[in-house]
């Protein structure tokens, strides 16, 4: 493994981790709708354990109300029943063949309490970021034991791998602090 694959790997790793955090921070409600926020609910339909996405169009028609369309109308109340079920706070109602997720409006707490919960969000992929940087620069330092790299270049690919660090923190950090506007404008 030459050095710039180790800052490649690293580069993709990092993308990664700041990636599952961006779709995290979709999931967490800000009492605007949005698909994300129950796409992934499980669903227990055709004999087996399926992502609501899988199984209905999910539609925001207006700001504060998900409409979820199921592509199958025998899945209706196995649809309703996942949904009730779900920790996502919103109580679903059937409307002929269609079911309706009015968003309620948030309470001054409960968004003080979701900052709180996107702020752990973001530390665990700080914390993701930091580990594959220790990843790559264990592997920096098995390529210079190996003979494959000087120590000028253990240095400098050392440097690289930090700049690409503080790039996806600082990245990190920025979504943090959007998401926190969004969830606490009224």
Request: proline fraction near 3%; glycine fraction near 4%.
């Amino acid at each position: 493994m030459s050095s710039d694959d180790i800052l490649l790997e690293a580069e993709m790793t990092m993308e990664k981790s700041v990636d599952y955090m961006a779709h995290e921070f979709a999931t967490v409600r800000t009492g605007k709708a949005s698909p994300a926020l129950v796409e992934n609910v499980d669903v227990q339909a055709y004999g087996s354990n399926m992502k609501l996405k899988q199984l209905a169009l999910i539609t925001t028609p207006e700001a504060r109300l998900l409409v979820v369309q199921p592509f199958d109308a025998g899945t209706l109340a196995d649809i309703e029943r996942a949904l009730r079920e779900s920790k996502i706070g919103i109580t679903p109602a059937v409307d002929g063949k269609i079911i309706r997720l009015p968003i309620p409006e948030l309470s001054e707490e409960r968004r003080k309490d979701l900052v709180r919960s996107l702020s752990k969000m973001a530390e665990e992929a700080r914390v993701r970021v930091r580990a594959n940087r220790r990843a790559a620069l264990d592997e920096a330092k098995k390529l210079k034991t190996s003979g494959g790299l000087t120590e000028d270049g253990l240095r400098d690919l050392e440097q690289a791998v930090q700049k690409l660090t503080d790039r996806f923190v600082h990245s990190i950090d920025e979504q943090l602090r959007h998401k926190e506007g969004e969830v606490m404008k009224v």
